[in-house]
């Protein structure tokens, strides 16, 4: 089973950046996708964005695409979630997960997953 550890987050003005990281070890001998979910109290988690360890395919929710960018290196096992022009909106705590569906942004993996790191809060000031 992946471990996961997450850093990066903090507070940010809207409009500034922020790029978190995920830590990974414990890899299993299959492959698997690997992102990013964001939860507020009182919601529904979100996902967010995932890449496949295989071949670096990339989804993204519609809420970041053409802010946030994810992006792994593989040879030090960290992905790291890029994102930029920030919106109050996106404040949340963000957990770094990982599946063996490789359709990370499905449901089924957003709520329930294989790894999921203790998570690390994004706050935007407008």
């Known amino acids: 089973e992946l471990q996961l550890v997450e850093s990066g987050g903090g507070l940010v003005q809207a409009g500034g950046s922020l790029r978190l990281s995920c830590a990974a070890s414990?890899?299993?001998?299959?492959?698997?996708?690997i992102g990013w979910v964001r939860q507020v109290p009182g919601k529904e988690p979100e996902g967010i964005s995932f890449?496949?360890?295989?071949?670096?395919?990339?989804e993204y929710a519609d809420s970041v695409k053409g802010r946030f960018a994810i992006s792994s290196d593989n040879s030090k096992k960290m992905v790291y979630l890029q994102m930029n022009r920030l919106k109050p909106k996106d404040r949340a705590v963000y957990h770094c997960?990982?599946?063996?569906?490789?359709?990370?942004?499905?449901?089924?993996?957003?709520?329930?997953?294989?790894?999921r790191g203790q998570g690390t809060q994004v706050t935007v000031s407008t």
């Open positions: 997960v990982a599946d063996s569906c490789l359709t990370g942004l499905s449901t089924r993996v957003i709520r329930n997953h294989d790894s």
């Open positions: 890449i496949t360890y295989s071949d670096g395919s990339r």
């Open positions: 414990g890899f299993p001998d299959h492959d698997y996708a």
